[in-house]
């Protein structure tokens, strides 16, 4: 009788599993099936666009959260600038327009009425926070000015997937202004370390920084620095950028302020962005065949509570479930008692996990005798019966444990899936097997970089900040001229 039990129980595992496709066979379908049922997304009537569903909305509060603290600590503060922005005002920067044009939406009437002047959803706000700068700023006294603003984007996307590539997205842009171009390339460096320990401390993503190549930098910078990931498919992610403008927009929107010496001069910019997109990334990243892997400190529950009772001991059991939710709980974990009458424990254990909770807690009336739990990681589903005192008390250090474990094995798979190639031929083998990251050499010229892509669709994904000093008779992975660099190509979302 208990050997049936077991075989139903396994097989109405295997059930709840199914409903998401096979990882290593359908990853794209894999990734949707997870965005929709893991509740953190749904489609929207409007092509493109996602409804964030509370569980993914709470996930990015998480994220908002951890970074606007990190980017305070730096002297940042918070403000808003609309959506709209005036064509003319737009089009005063050349090379940002060109760059943004393909993308941007158009408002060009107000109830019946044409508008006198289109208005831009805003793709980006450079220009506009700009404008306004040039209010703001008339001394050297009045800089630096260190300001970010979360809001929504448009950027008409001809492709688009949930959270990795959408119409409409939420994010973070921060727009700086600086008294020289030392300390404006002090402020892009600083944003961008705050990024990289944000991605691999608190969401345990592993990433390759670096600067990007011409043709890949934003529009308008004078030099772009990334933060590159590797998802579970081969291909790349950037996850956040950190914009040296130079004085362009400066001189453009005519941004001056007078300096101690006397003499009007044109501020130097920065900017910056991170979006929902990484929450993609937390899903391809850390993901596996049973759904989302979420990193602790990120996770909107840390922990879940399943209790586990028949009717005779339910309220016990079940007020015993609570109590030690209240215990977790005052030592600042998230934690979540699912007492759901309606469904069974196993479809709860399969939701969670699906749901990708870092730790599971069952408590029945035999624990409850003996004063245990029974704990489940969701990374390894490795179950432990510990002392409920224990538990409790364990509980930060387990946490910081799993956190860990977490970023290691995305570690070890980034460092497996980076290649070092020298041949054009060994370059396109790599790129059609989704290998990862290559390394090659490269000799800094446009045409190169262009005819890589067009061959092989992989792109230079930056000129990292360590190793992209070319070797001793390094040669161009395309042309087989000098090498300027060692950069890292991949085909990218």
Request: glycine letters at 6%.
């Amino acid at each position: 009788m208990e050997q049936k039990g077991a075989e139903a129980k396994e097989a109405g595992a295997r059930t709840y599993v199914t409903a998401i496709a096979d990882r290593d066979e359908e990853i794209s379908q894999w990734y949707t099936d997870v965005v929709l049922k893991a509740q953190l997304a749904d489609y929207s009537p409007v092509r493109g666009c996602m409804i964030i569903r509370p569980y993914g909305y709470a996930l990015w509060e998480q994220i908002q959260g951890e970074l606007d603290r990190r980017f305070k600590a730096t002297g940042v503060t918070n403000a808003y600038f609309p959506l709209f922005i005036p064509e003319s005002m737009f089009m005063k920067e050349a090379e940002h327009v060109e760059g943004f044009a393909p993308e941007v939406a158009w408002v060009t009437h107000a109830g019946n009425e044409k508008l006198a002047e289109r208005l831009v959803v805003r793709p980006t706000s450079e220009v506009i926070i700009g404008a306004t700068y040039t209010k703001w700023i008339q001394s050297y006294r009045d800089l630096p000015v260190l300001i970010n603003q979360w809001c929504n984007v448009v950027r008409w996307e001809r492709r688009t997937l949930p959270f990795l590539r959408t119409t409409e997205f939420l994010w973070q842009e921060g727009h700086t202004a600086h008294r020289d171009e030392a300390d404006a390339r002090e402020r892009t460096l600083l944003m961008l370390e705050v990024y990289r320990s944000f991605l691999e401390d608190h969401l345990a993503i592993p990433v390759v920084t670096g600067r990007k190549s011409n043709r890949e930098k934003f529009a308008g910078a004078v030099d772009t620095y990334t933060t590159e990931a590797l998802m579970g498919d081969g291909r790349a992610l950037q996850t956040a950028t950190s914009h040296y403008l130079g004085d362009g927009f400066a001189k453009v929107l005519d941004i001056q302020f007078l300096d101690q010496d006397g003499v009007h001069k044109h501020v130097h910019q920065t900017s910056w962005g991170l979006s929902t997109r990484v929450i993609g990334a937390l899903i391809m990243v850390h993901g596996d065949e049973r759904g989302l892997v979420l990193p602790p400190r990120v996770a909107p529950f840390q922990v879940i509570i399943v209790p586990i009772a028949p009717e005779p001991r339910r309220d016990e059991v079940f007020q015993a479930a609570r109590d030690l939710a209240g215990q977790l709980a005052d030592k600042g974990i998230r934690v979540h008692v699912d007492d759901r009458p309606e469904h069974t424990p196993g479809w709860k254990f399969n939701e969670w996990e699906l749901r990708g909770v870092p730790l599971r807690l069952e408590i029945g009336p035999r624990d409850l005798d003996a004063g245990t739990v029974v704990l489940v990681r969701r990374d390894t589903g490795q179950k432990e019966t510990v002392n409920m005192a224990e538990a409790v008390d364990s509980m930060p250090d387990r946490l910081d444990q799993l956190q860990a474990a977490i970023y290691a094995k995305a570690k070890a798979f980034l460092e497996e899936h980076t290649h070092f190639v020298t041949r054009r031929d060994q370059l396109a083998e790599l790129v059609r097997a989704r290998a990862g990251m290559i390394l090659a050499p490269w000799c800094g010229a446009d045409q190169c970089e262009l005819a890589v892509k067009e061959e092989t669709g992989a792109t230079i994904r930056c000129i990292p900040d360590k190793g992209s000093e070319p070797e001793a008779g390094d040669r161009c992975v395309q042309c087989g001229q000098a090498a300027r660099h060692r950069v890292y190509f991949a085909r990218a979302y």
